[in-house]
């Protein structure tokens, strides 16, 4: 498919990016990486601005970009493995479209690779966020790393490099749902950590609104492991074990000093403990139920609208 643009003596390079509604960005992200003779994979998750009309304007006139559109937003995890699908590099790097992710970085990031990791992970500070958001954040990553098998940094986000046998590994793995910072954990090889400086947004706004970013957490903890059950059963355990001590002081107490009425309370109280304890456990397996439900249709990751060739 893609010849190399890049010297012979070089490894090829391939740069994936994801696009939504980015129309102000795909132009001067070009610019900034067009010197580096990569081949640049931009994928359009479904945009409804002029993104699309951009890519083809790019394609037509640099042989080195290529594009998929798809028929609809997918997401970005979608838009990337559409990417890495599509790359023929020896090393691919992803990367944001809208210049959060300093294209400086990249030269970088190949010297790493170069010395022999097959991951290169570009990891930010939250310099500029929100209290709000740098302290969910912060909470979010203790959990996951707490409660799950895998590994995630903060700050450390899908800007990174990958090298070709770590390509092929994540696009073996055969899931549907896809989340990509876990998958990557997942793989292992030799990684290495390149913290960088976070640049504010330069054009559009992020379309990661709390609510995306609630499930984008709960799908992260429960994408990869079945810990959460396990906690499940010993709430469960210790609940039943508190039960059965109360139960025998009641017993106890009845027969020592007679029936007695009040209890009122006690009984309003587990009731309605129990009965919250169960909910959430119930919405706990139905949400690993959902994840299979969702894996056995096996429907494709996304469908494609338009291609550059
Ligand atoms: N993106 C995408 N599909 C989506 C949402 C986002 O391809 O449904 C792309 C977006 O165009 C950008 C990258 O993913 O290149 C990161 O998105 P965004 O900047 O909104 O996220 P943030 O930087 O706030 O995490
Ligand atoms: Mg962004």
Redesign the pocket.
């Known amino acids: 498919m893609a010849s190399s643009t890049g010297s012979p003596d070089r490894p090829h390079l391939s740069i994936v990016v ?3 509604n ?1 129309e102000a960005s795909v132009g001067p992200l070009y610019e900034a990486l067009r010197f580096l003779g990569a081949e640049i994979i931009f994928v359009d ?1 479904g945009s409804t601005d002029g993104t699309l009309n951009e890519l083809r304007g790019l394609a037509a006139k640099d042989p080195d970009v290529r594009f998929t559109s798809f028929s609809r ?1 997918f ?2 995890e979608a ?1 990337m493995l559409a990417g890495m699908r599509r790359a023929t590099g020896q090393a691919v790097v992803i990367l ?3 210049l ?1 992710h300093p294209p400086a970085l990249i030269p970088r990031m190949i010297g790493l690779a170069e010395q022999g990791f097959d991951q290169v992970v570009a990891r930010r500070d939250r310099n500029g966020e929100t209290f709000v958001r740098r302290t969910s954040a912060r909470l979010f990553y203790r959990a996951v790393n707490r409660w799950t098998d895998v590994r995630l940094d903060d700050g450390a986000g899908d800007f990174r490099l990958l090298s070709r046998r770590a390509v092929d590994a994540i696009l073996a793995l055969p899931e549907s749902n896809r989340f990509a910072k876990g998958l990557f954990s997942w793989i292992g090889f030799p990684t290495v950590v390149l913290p960088y400086r976070n640049e504010l ?1 330069a054009a559009g706004t ?3 609104t709390a609510g995306r970013l609630i499930n984008y957490a709960l799908d992260g903890l429960l994408s990869f492991n079945d810990k959460p059950l396990r906690l499940a059963v010993y709430g469960g355990l210790l609940a039943s074990f508190v039960a059965l001590v109360y139960s025998i002081w009641v017993v106890g107490n009845t027969l020592m000093y007679g029936v007695d009425v009040p209890g009122y309370a006690t009984i309003i109280v587990a009731v309605i403990g129990m009965g919250g304890f169960q909910a959430v456990l119930l919405g706990l397996i139905g949400e690993y139920v959902g994840r299979i439900y969702h894996e056995t249709k096996r429907r494709p990751h996304y469908l494609v609208k338009e291609t550059d060739s």
Do not use: I, L, V
């Open positions: 994801p696009c939504f980015e998750d937003n997401g970005k838009a944001d479209a809208d959060q947004r992020s379309t990661w």
